[in-house]
C-alpha cells in the first residue's frame, strides 16, 4: 500500500536534460516506477541512447532531441509526445547550463551568456510546461522543476545562475496558483551533485573544500539522491503538496 503511492504506473513523463547527470537519474528511477518516459536534451546520440536506457526498464519512449529555449522544438517534442504515448502526465524541467562566460563578478560577465542561462533554465521550462498545461489539465498532472540552492539564496560569482534558479522557483509558486487544484507544480533544490556541471568545481581542492565545510553532510550527492525527491514530488506520495521546493542539499541552507 505504502509503495503504491510511489508508483507512476501508466503516467507519461518528460524529462528535459534527461541524457545525463540528474536528469538521467530522474528518467531512469521514473522508468523503474512504472512511467513512460521521453529523455530530451541537444543531443541526438545521447538521446537515443537515455532513450534505450528507460526502454531496457520496461518503459515506451521516443528519441526527440530538443533545444528548450527554442520553441518549435519544444512543440515538437510535445506533438509527438502526444501522438506516441498519449499525452503527459509529469514534466520534468531538468535541463540547465552555467557556461563559463556567465561566470564571475557581474562586471564581469558576458550579457550574451547571462540572456542564455536565463532562456535555458527559465525560459524552457516556461515554455515546456506552457505546452503541456492541456494534457497536465486533463490528467491531473504534475510539473517538478528542477531549481537549486541558487535558488534560494545567493552564490558569489553566478549572477545569471541565481536569477534563473531564483526565477525558477518564483514561477514554481505563480504556476501552482494558477494551476491549481488540477496541476501540482513544485520545485527540487539541489545542492553539489557530482554531476558533469559540477567536475570543475569538485577537481578544484580549494574549491571543493570549501563546499563541503558548508555542506552538513560532507559530500556531493550522487544524482540518484536528487531523482528521490523528484519521484516523490511527481507521486501520488506529493498529492497536497503545491508550490513547494523541497531542498536536497546535504543541510547547505540549514546553516
Ligand atoms: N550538479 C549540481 O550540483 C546541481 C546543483 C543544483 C541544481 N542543478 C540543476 O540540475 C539540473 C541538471 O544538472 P546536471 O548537474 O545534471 O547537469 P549536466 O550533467 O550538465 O546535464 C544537463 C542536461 O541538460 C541538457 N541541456 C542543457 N541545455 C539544454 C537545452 N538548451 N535544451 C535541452 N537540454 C539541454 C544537457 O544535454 P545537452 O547538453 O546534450 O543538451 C544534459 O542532458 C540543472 O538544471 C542544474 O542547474 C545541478
Given at each position: 500500500m505504502t509503495h503504491e503511492m510511489f508508483e507512476l504506473d501508466g503516467r507519461v513523463a518528460v524529462v528535459t536534460g534527461g541524457t545525463r547527470g540528474i536528469g538521467r537519474a530522474i528518467a531512469r528511477a521514473f522508468a523503474d516506477?512504472?512511467?513512460?518516459?521521453?529523455?530530451?536534451?541537444?543531443?541526438?546520440?545521447?538521446?537515443?541512447?537515455?532513450?534505450?536506457?528507460?526502454?531496457?526498464?520496461?518503459?515506451?519512449?521516443?528519441?526527440?532531441?530538443?533545444?528548450?529555449?527554442?520553441?518549435?522544438?519544444?512543440?515538437?517534442?510535445?506533438?509527438?509526445?502526444?501522438?506516441?504515448?498519449?499525452?503527459?502526465?509529469?514534466?520534468?524541467?531538468?535541463?540547465?547550463?552555467n557556461p563559463d562566460a556567465a561566470l564571475g563578478r557581474p562586471e564581469a560577465v558576458d550579457a550574451d551568456a547571462f540572456d542564455e542561462t536565463v532562456e535555458v533554465n527559465l525560459g524552457g521550462a516556461f515554455l515546456c510546461a506552457k505546452r503541456a498545461a492541456e494534457h497536465l489539465h486533463d490528467a491531473g498532472g504534475?510539473?517538478?522543476?528542477?531549481?537549486?540552492?541558487?535558488?534560494?539564496?545567493?552564490?558569489?560569482?553566478?549572477?545569471?545562475?541565481?536569477?534563473?534558479?531564483?526565477?525558477?522557483?518564483?514561477?514554481?509558486?505563480?504556476?501552482?496558483?494558477?494551476?491549481?487544484?488540477?496541476?501540482?507544480?513544485?520545485?527540487?533544490?539541489?545542492g553539489y551533485v557530482s554531476t558533469e556541471l559540477t567536475d570543475d568545481l569538485e577537481a578544484n581542492d580549494r574549491l571543493r573544500r570549501s563546499i563541503l565545510d558548508r555542506t552538513p553532510l560532507d559530500r556531493f550527492a550522487d544524482p540518484e539522491e536528487i531523482a528521490g525527491p523528484a519521484l516523490f514530488l511527481a507521486s501520488d506520495a506529493a498529492s497536497f503538496v503545491t508550490g513547494s521546493c523541497l531542498t536536497a542539499d546535504g543541510g547547505w541552507t540549514a546553516r
Open positions: 516506477a512504472g512511467a513512460d518516459v521521453v529523455p530530451t536534451s541537444r543531443s541526438e546520440d545521447a538521446v537515443d541512447a537515455a532513450v534505450a536506457d528507460v526502454r531496457d526498464r520496461g518503459a515506451d519512449s521516443f528519441s526527440c532531441p530538443v533545444d528548450v529555449a527554442n520553441e518549435d522544438d519544444v512543440d515538437a517534442l510535445f506533438e509527438r509526445v502526444e501522438a506516441e504515448l498519449g499525452g503527459v502526465d509529469v514534466v520534468v524541467n531538468n535541463a540547465g547550463i504534475s510539473v517538478v522543476n528542477v531549481a537549486s540552492v541558487g535558488g534560494l539564496v545567493g552564490l558569489p560569482r553566478q549572477h545569471p545562475y541565481v536569477a534563473s534558479k531564483h526565477g525558477l522557483v518564483g514561477l514554481t509558486r505563480s504556476m501552482a496558483l494558477d494551476w491549481a487544484p488540477e496541476v501540482r507544480v513544485n520545485a527540487v533544490a539541489p
